[in-house]
């Protein structure tokens, strides 16, 4: 399959434990560090329990074996009045296979996952984007998102 | 971080254009519809030629039409041609400035910050988007 072939061509479904490592692999890739203790701890508690809430959703190519690569994720959860904030949803991990950005991966999981919070209720849904990384910025955007009512704060902590 | 009128203008004409690359607009029109003279206009439509954003076509029924990406140029990319983007935060004397006009100064700088971010994360391409989620039945502009 051409890398410009995907458009319907994707499936998205929840992640399995034969997945993860695909996970960790690309999130190095793109990160720059691995981390598959933190990805084990997500996958325990992203995809084992609390399933109408919690949301770790991966892409792949529909005609794949399971063995294909993920091309993309996205993780999100319903979180409850957090700084006094009415149900919602939130996206707190999302990423691409860099070499296939651009032919509509990430705009599916993100409807996935706006579908799900959807159907658990939640009217609103939310994410943290860094002010440098202008890549997600401006996927999120272009999906509709706009700065919200708070504004996060933090302050350095001194010896 | 202030946006000039010639960058509005110029987001303006370029969201008008990009609606539909195909079509040909004269600055006139574009003036009309923003209700803004053709004399600045034509400035901020040189410009963007200069950029490569627009494309000029002489002769009868021409005008400009749109020759950028819309889903790479950001409204930061845009005002950045009519103005300096890097800070306009300046400490006028910044070896004698007070603990106070430091402080300010980090706040104007706080601010600046984050409007840099949001305009670099909206493409036009976003903006059009935007437009059709107002669903303005009034605006001509088609996506």
Redesign the interface.
């Known amino acids: 399959m051409l890398m410009s072939d995907f458009g319907d061509k994707i499936t998205i479904r929840r992640i399995d434990a034969g997945d993860l490592h695909h996970v960790v692999d690309l999130d190095e890739r793109v990160t720059g560090q691995a981390k598959p203790a933190y990805w084990q701890d997500i996958l325990e508690r992203y995809a084992t329990r609390r399933l109408d809430e919690r949301f770790f959703l991966i892409a792949k190519a529909a005609e794949a074996g399971a063995e294909a690569p993920v091309l993309g994720f996205i993780v999100g959860e319903i979180r409850d009045w957090e700084f006094g904030s009415k149900p919602c949803g939130w996206i707190f991990a999302f990423s691409v296979e860099p070499g296939t950005r651009l032919q509509g991966i990430g705009e599916q999981l993100f409807h996935a996952v706006s579908e799900e919070f959807k159907a658990a209720g939640v009217k609103t849904m939310r994410t943290m984007v860094g002010r440098q990384n202008q890549l997600h910025m401006a996927f999120f955007r272009s999906e509709g998102m706009v700065a919200g009512p708070y504004i996060q704060l933090e302050k350095e902590l001194e010896d | 971080m202030q946006v000039q009128k010639s960058s509005q203008l110029a987001i303006y004409a370029l969201i008008e254009l990009a609606a539909d690359p195909d079509r040909q607009v004269s600055v006139s029109e574009i003036g009309e519809k923003f209700r803004v003279s053709a004399h600045h206009l034509a400035k901020v439509m040189h410009t963007l030629g200069r950029a490569g954003l627009v494309r000029s076509i002489r002769g009868v029924g021409g005008g400009y039409s749109f020759s950028g990406n819309a889903?790479r140029t950001?409204l930061l990319d845009v005002i950045s041609l009519f103005e300096d983007t890097l800070s306009d935060n300046n400490l006028s004397d910044p070896t004698n400035a007070t603990t106070a006009e430091l402080a300010l100064f980090d706040v104007m700088c706080e601010i600046d910050?984050?409007a840099k971010?949001?305009f670099?994360?909206?493409?036009l391409?976003?903006m059009l988007?935007?437009m059709e989620?107002r669903g303005n039945p009034t605006d001509r502009a088609t996506v």
């Open positions: 889903k950001t910050d984050i971010a949001t670099g994360a909206i493409t391409s976003t988007k935007q989620r």
